[in-house]
């Protein structure tokens, strides 16, 4: 169970939304800070490589590493890379909530959220918990989507920041253009790698830089 709740951490939640090769990846990457931090994510195509990131496929190996690195007090990155299911994000979900703790930030990344969204309704339970509570055990929660119109209600709702990227030919972009407090056609024009930015109501065009992804280390 979360522990030390601290109602006066802002929330920092971020989503990152572009098509396929658009680079919400990318964007992702150029916020979350690399050294020194709790970082947990669930990475199944390895986009977080780099930065001494150790990767897992077994669940007990997964919740014993995050148990270690916990107990060691220092900055931590460690990924979830195995079945890539409703149930089994749940299960993640479920273990990430139960590590937080209000007196330390953690960083928590999910990548491709849309694969384990059955809906756009009403989060799954454990998911919806995270988004909901997360913020005030510090947890930073930040999520990419190449299918913005799978996500739940709930992702959205819960988060200050977003990345607005390019979108498909034909894909609905009425709530990007709401949420980002740009138009329609704005989002229309954007290449690969440029964003609109927003918090509040600040709205900022950035274009992201690459990063290469390192070796996979597995735990």
């Known amino acids: 169970m979360a522990v030390n709740p601290e109602t006066g951490h802002d929330n920092q939640n971020t989503c990152f939304v572009a098509m396929s090769g658009g680079g919400k990846s990318q964007a992702l990457k150029s916020v979350l800070p690399t050294r020194a931090v709790r970082c947990v994510l669930w990475d199944i195509d390895?986009?977080?490589?780099?930065?001494?990131?150790?990767?897992?496929?077994?669940?007990?190996?997964?919740?014993?590493?995050?148990k270690s690195?916990?107990?060691?007090?220092?900055?931590?990155?460690?990924?979830?890379?195995?079945?890539?299911?409703?149930?089994?994000?749940?299960?993640w979900c479920s273990v990430v909530y139960s590590m937080l703790d209000g007196r330390y930030k953690t960083h928590i990344v999910v990548e491709e959220l849309a694969d384990v969204s059955p809906s756009a309704g009403k989060a799954t339970p454990y998911w919806g918990e995270l988004n909901r509570k997360c913020r005030k055990f510090g947890g930073v929660l930040m999520w990419t989507s190449q299918r913005s119109q799978e996500i739940s209600k709930t992702a959205y709702a819960q988060c200050e920041n977003y990345f607005i990227g390019v979108q498909k030919r034909g894909q609905k972009v009425?709530?990007?253009?709401?949420?980002?407090?740009?138009?329609?056609?704005?989002?229309?024009k954007l290449q690969k790698m440029q964003f609109y930015k927003t918090r509040g109501n600040d709205v900022e065009l950035v274009t992201i830089k690459y990063k290469k992804s390192g070796d996979v280390k597995r735990g």
């Open 46 to 66: 390895n986009d977080h490589s780099a930065y001494n990131t150790f990767y897992y496929d077994n669940k007990k190996r997964y919740v014993r590493a995050l």
């Open 69 to 91: 690195a916990l107990r060691g007090g220092g900055g931590f990155r460690l990924a979830w890379d195995g079945a890539n299911d409703v149930d089994t994000f749940e299960w």
């Open 174 to 188: 009425r709530h990007l253009a709401e949420v980002a407090g740009v138009t329609e056609e704005e989002i229309g």
